[in-house]
């Protein structure tokens, strides 16, 4: 047994709240102890039912509902790490997913039961499926009364697996992440502490469970006894109604979600005076964007998060401070600095250092780096790596053996006192007739030029791979005259980097996560028959 575990999180906050709301779904309010009982109503049928044989993961299938919340919690009362399925997903993406886990207990909230005779035939492995109805309603009575007596609290180390989620992989095949119990530990150890959680929060939930940064929701008001708020199906297409229908304090999204309250005029100055907290997180925070949410959350403080799943969330952070006059339009919020105990090393192609100043790939290490990828030893040894040092075959004398992940995104390595900025991908850079470009430093003019926060730049058309002949721009304002925003941009680039047009659509199309999809604005193009191109 340790103290360092999801389910201890929840359990002690529970028995330090059971009155107090702990989620509210579908219109419905559980407090802690209601919540609590029903999680360990799960664990305990898991318990009983599971096969001894396989990994120590549950799959749980459910969304925005009770019993995938107490789904998720049952998984980890009963000692297992979870793996977040979405009944939203086609039943061939949960059908490989489950496979690849080798996960063999499923929890299904009734969404997902539906989907199970389309599920089930695609898994080559037996499951134990535990639905709605396997779990009795858990009585609200004295706990003793309860079903849940023969639960048996599991033994859990820092070291096992508390989650496993999938994100897509370069080449198609998706990747699990599996993160410790340690590392998502360590997290909400910083940011209970960085943000002075409370149990009077009420959480924001915009992220799907299987974004990592749905965690900070759910884990970050379950640490604290505070309340998870889902939002119902109107409140998702009014976001800004939504913070003061549920009372928020603590709001997390992607900035495309405050991108588009932005644009539906929902940030009025003064409008969401009951934040306490404004964090965004997941792609790249438009200074403008920044700047209307704070001023609508007005009794708030803004914070850009930033990190990939492989580091738990979040692992660097920059607080918004007042405008300092010298903004330009195309700017977007620096990252930051690296979470307490986090360290950032800036490399070049052969992971040596930059000088402070240069841009390089951003590499990182610490407690919250995760253990790498599920039955995957080729693709972990790609991206978990130790640093070369002076000598041939030494390592860096600071660090000797440490395993760094390398992120793929190019930062600037900071000068004394200076943020970390984000500057793109590596993997968007882009070899124009020779030329290397930047697709994020065409962006960046584009904005500048337009005024508008968000512009896409692609390559296209695409040529050998990395490579292509053109590039393509995307803005997504009608008004906007994008003949005099190419002559600004030419004064500013090199003729070679200057869009050759620029298109404009009525919104930019969202992946699963909620951010831009460049992939689908890729595919728009590949679309068209060729001639128009
Ligand atoms: P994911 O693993 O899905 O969370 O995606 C991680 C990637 O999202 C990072 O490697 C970055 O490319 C991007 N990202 C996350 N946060 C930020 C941020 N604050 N600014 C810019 N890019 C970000």
Partial sequence: MTARSLHRTFLRSA???????????????????????????????????????????????????????????????????????????????????????????????????????????????????????????????????????????????????????????????????????????????????????????????????????????????????????????????????????AGLTVWFSVPSTALLMQQTHALEPGSLPGLRWSLFCGEALPMKVARAFAAAASNSVVENLYGPTELTLACTVHRLGPPDGGEDDGEVVPIGEPYPGMEARVVDESLREVAPGDSGELLMTGPQLALGYWDDPERTATAFVTLPGSGPGSEPEDHPGRTYYRTGDLVRRPREGEPLRFLGRIDSQIKLRGFRVELGEIEAALRQASGLPVAVALGWPVAAPGGAEAVVAFIDDATIDVNAVLERVAERLPSYMVPREIRVVDRFPLNANGKIDRNELRARLGAEPAGSQ
Avoid at 62 to 77: D, K, N, T, W, Y
Avoid at 142 to 158: D, I, L, Q, R
Avoid at 207 to 227: N, P, Y
């Fill in 15 to 245: 028995a330090a709240h059971p009155e107090r709301p702990a989620l509210e779904v579908d219109g419905r309010v559980l407090t802690y102890a209601e919540l609590r009982l029903r999680a360990l109503a799960v664990a305990a049928t898991l318990q009983a039912r599971r096969p001894a044989e396989g990994p120590p993961l549950t799959a749980v299938l459910g969304q925005r509902s009770v019993e995938g919340f107490a789904g998720i919690l049952g998984a980890l009362c009963s000692g297992h790490g979870y793996v977040p399925l979405l009944p939203s997903m086609p039943p061939a993406r949960i059908a490989l997913m489950l496979e690849r886990s080798r996960a063999r207990c499923l929890v299904v909230d009734a969404a997902g039961a539906r989907l199970l005779p389309e599920v089930l035939p695609r898994v080559p492995q037996a499951l134990t499926v535990i639905g709605p109805d396997d779990v009795d309603e858990a009585p609200t009575e004295a706990p003793t009364e309860s079903p849940t007596e023969s639960w048996v609290e599991p033994s859990v180390g820092e070291d096992d697996i508390a989650y496993l989620l999938f994100t897509s992989g370069s080449t198609g095949q998706p990747k699990g992440v599996m993160v410790a119990h340690r590392n998502i530990a360590r997290f909400l150890e910083v940011v209970t502490e960085r943000y002075g959680l409370r149990p009077e929060d009420r959480f924001s939930h915009l992220f799907d469970v299987t974004f990592d940064l749905s965690l900070f929701d759910l884990f970050g008001a379950w640490s604290v006894g505070g309340c998870l708020c889902c939002p119902t199906g109107m409140q998702r297409l009014f976001p800004a109604r939504y913070v003061d229908e």
